[in-house]
């Protein structure tokens, strides 16, 4: 270590004249000069490479979440719409990218307004460079904590499409999208994780997602479900998946991907994305066994679906409170996660909606779960900067996580049914029964996901 120090100091001195020089406009060496150059210089050795390395790598995980995404979707789906289902995942990766860059990332962690939104200093990525931000990640590039928030305000609407697949309009649902991911995901993020934030400030803890990603996207998924309608034949016709084995390689790549999702939420590579990857792994291989089980006794045969969903639901649940709680308690809470959801799923077939693919059951009902799981289980001996919970002797954490879920509950769907209500009047949401009845990737996408010659 103290060799390389030394390296630093001797590069330094050779190097500082100049870049004084060239930054002097009059090429006079001056202190203010020297005063800013010197600044830099002190923030870019405050990087940490290791801690960078991660975080790289992390975003790269969390970005093959949404293709694994539309794996997993996909293979749910009918043989006539897994295009135009995949298609809703992938093209995610185009629309938010550009407008996390325009202005969304901005919106979410820009300087505080009001403690209800960011400003628009850093539109178009305007003063979001390569020299770390001290109030979100000090030891990485500014650029590297922006491109992995980046990853998850994409996966995040991608969610939503499972309540509606096999029925909606490609081109209102990239108006969709766009809307969304500025009124009601860029809001979210800056309440709970922007600096100034009004849930954060209450003292709300959400270590990776659970409010922000699973029950704002959970709860639009209701939403849309209940807008659009069900599908032609639901109910009374077999819609069984046409690929499981794709939708199990999907949920695997999820699976996968979510190790980066929730430890690299750290934000370095240290102890507590240690601590957070371990708790993501229990809870999900938890959850994989309690909705096999749930299912077996319910319907008398465990199904590769069954399993692949449960992890998924571990996943969920444990999102939240992955870098708060250690390997026990990630147990417990992959193990109610999975039977909570698979009793979720269940209650569509009661409340009548047809929420295609299970997000709400999966994703509103395990977010919710987890986001209460936090503020009961979670200890400062695991992360010293989040709180105790009720079974460390702290009810307040607890209190505070409830209202943090009520409140993203009320303003996702109210957002989500104003967005939706607005399209529909405007460029409507459904494609038409013909369409519907050819399937998606023929009518929207003049493609087919199967191509079978005769021999």
Same mark, same amino acid.
């Given at each position: 270590?103290?060799? &390389?120090? !030394?390296?630093?100091?001797?590069?330094?001195?050779?190097?500082?004249?100049?870049?004084?020089?060239?930054?002097?406009?009059?090429?006079?060496?001056?202190?203010?000069?020297?005063?800013?150059?010197?600044?830099?210089?002190?923030?870019?050795?405050?990087?940490?490479?290791?801690?960078?390395?991660?975080?790289?790598?992390?975003?790269?995980?969390?970005?093959?979440?949404?293709?694994?995404?539309?794996?997993?979707?996909?293979?749910?789906?009918?043989?006539?719409?897994?295009?135009?289902?995949?298609?809703?995942?992938?093209?995610?990766? %185009?629309?938010?990218?550009?407008?996390?860059?325009?202005?969304?990332?901005?919106?979410?962690?820009?300087?505080?307004?009001? &403690?209800?939104?960011?400003? !628009?200093?850093?539109?178009?990525?305007?003063?979001?460079?390569?020299?770390?931000?001290?109030?979100?990640?000090?030891?990485?590039?500014?650029?590297?904590?922006?491109?992995?928030?980046?990853?998850?305000?994409?996966?995040?609407?991608?969610?939503?499409?499972?309540?509606?697949?096999?029925?909606?309009?490609?081109?209102?649902?990239?108006?969709?999208?766009?809307?969304?991911?500025?009124?009601?995901?860029?809001?979210?993020?800056?309440?709970?994780? @922007?600096?100034?934030?009004?849930?954060?400030? !209450?003292?709300?803890?959400?270590?990776?997602?659970?409010?922000?990603?699973?029950?704002?996207?959970?709860?639009?998924?209701?939403?849309?479900?209940?807008?659009?309608?069900?599908?032609?034949?639901?109910?009374?016709?077999?819609?069984?998946?046409?690929?499981?084995?794709?939708?199990?390689?999907?949920?695997?790549?999820?699976?996968?991907?979510?190790?980066?999702?929730?430890?690299?939420?750290? !934000?370095?590579?240290?102890?507590?994305?240690?601590?957070?990857?371990?708790?993501?792994?229990?809870?999900?291989?938890?959850?994989?066994?309690?909705?096999?089980?749930?299912?077996?006794?319910?319907?008398?045969?465990?199904?590769?679906?069954?399993?692949?969903?449960?992890?998924?639901?571990?996943?969920?649940?444990?999102?939240?409170?992955?870098?708060?709680? +250690?390997?026990?308690?990630?147990?417990?809470?992959?193990?109610?996660?999975?039977?909570?959801?698979?009793?979720?799923?269940?209650?569509?077939?009661?409340?009548?909606?047809?929420?295609?693919?299970?997000?709400? *059951?999966?994703? +509103?009902?395990?977010?919710?779960?987890?986001?209460?799981?936090? *503020?009961?289980?979670?200890?400062?001996?695991?992360?010293?900067?989040?709180?105790? %919970?009720?079974?460390?002797?702290?009810?307040?954490?607890? +209190?505070?996580?409830?209202?943090?879920?009520?409140?993203?509950?009320?303003?996702?769907?109210?957002?989500?049914?104003?967005?939706?209500?607005?399209?529909?009047?405007?460029? @409507?949401?459904?494609?038409?029964?013909?369409?519907?009845?050819?399937?998606?990737?023929?009518?929207?996408?003049?493609?087919?996901?199967?191509?079978?010659?005769?021999?």
């Amino acid at each position: 270590m103290k060799k &390389h120090l !030394l390296f630093g100091a001797v590069m330094l001195c050779l190097f500082v004249p100049g870049i004084v020089f060239a930054q002097s406009a009059n090429g006079r060496v001056t202190h203010g000069n020297i005063a800013q150059v010197t600044q830099q210089v002190e923030q870019v050795i405050t990087i940490n490479t290791g801690d960078t390395t991660w975080m790289l790598i992390s975003t790269a995980l969390v970005m093959l979440m949404t293709p694994g995404l539309a794996l997993f979707y996909g293979g749910m789906v009918r043989r006539k719409n897994v295009l135009g289902t995949i298609m809703q995942s992938f093209i995610a990766l %185009g629309i938010v990218t550009v407008q996390w860059v325009l202005f969304g990332y901005s919106l979410a962690f820009g300087p505080d307004i009001g &403690h209800l939104i960011g400003s !628009l200093r850093w539109i178009g990525l305007s003063g979001v460079g390569i020299t770390p931000n001290p109030d979100y990640a000090p030891t990485i590039p500014h650029e590297s904590f922006m491109m992995f928030q980046m990853m998850f305000a994409i996966i995040t609407p991608a969610l939503i499409t499972g309540a509606f697949a096999e029925r909606f309009k490609f081109k209102t649902y990239i108006v969709f999208i766009l809307m969304w991911a500025t009124l009601v995901y860029d809001p979210l993020a800056h309440w709970v994780w @922007g600096v100034g934030g009004w849930m954060r400030n !209450l003292g709300a803890l959400d270590f990776a997602g659970g409010l922000v990603v699973h029950v704002s996207s959970g709860v639009s998924a209701l939403v849309a479900a209940m807008l659009i309608g069900k599908r032609r034949g639901y109910g009374q016709e077999p819609m069984p998946p046409h690929n499981l084995t794709m939708t199990l390689i999907g949920a695997a790549l999820l699976w996968f991907g979510w190790f980066g999702f929730n430890a690299g939420s750290a !934000l370095a590579s240290g102890a507590l994305a240690t601590s957070a990857f371990l708790a993501t792994q229990i809870a999900a291989a938890a959850a994989a066994l309690s909705w096999m089980m749930a299912e077996w006794v319910a319907r008398g045969k465990p199904t590769v679906l069954g399993a692949a969903s449960g992890a998924v639901a571990g996943l969920v649940a444990i999102t939240p409170a992955s870098g708060f709680v +250690g390997p026990m308690a990630a147990l417990v809470i992959g193990l109610i996660g999975g039977i909570a959801c698979f009793a979720g799923i269940r209650l569509k077939e009661k409340l009548g909606y047809d929420d295609s693919l299970d997000t709400v *059951g999966v994703h +509103g009902v395990g977010g919710a779960w987890g986001a209460i799981a936090t *503020g009961l289980f979670a200890s400062v001996l695991i992360n010293p900067a989040g709180g105790n %919970g009720l079974f460390h002797g702290n009810i307040t954490l607890l +209190g505070a996580q409830l209202l943090a879920l009520v409140v993203v509950i009320l303003y996702a769907f109210g957002i989500s049914w104003g967005i939706l209500k607005l399209l529909d009047k405007t460029m @409507g949401l459904r494609v038409t029964p013909e369409d519907e009845i050819d399937g998606l990737d023929l009518a929207q996408h003049g493609e087919s996901g199967y191509v079978f010659e005769e021999l």
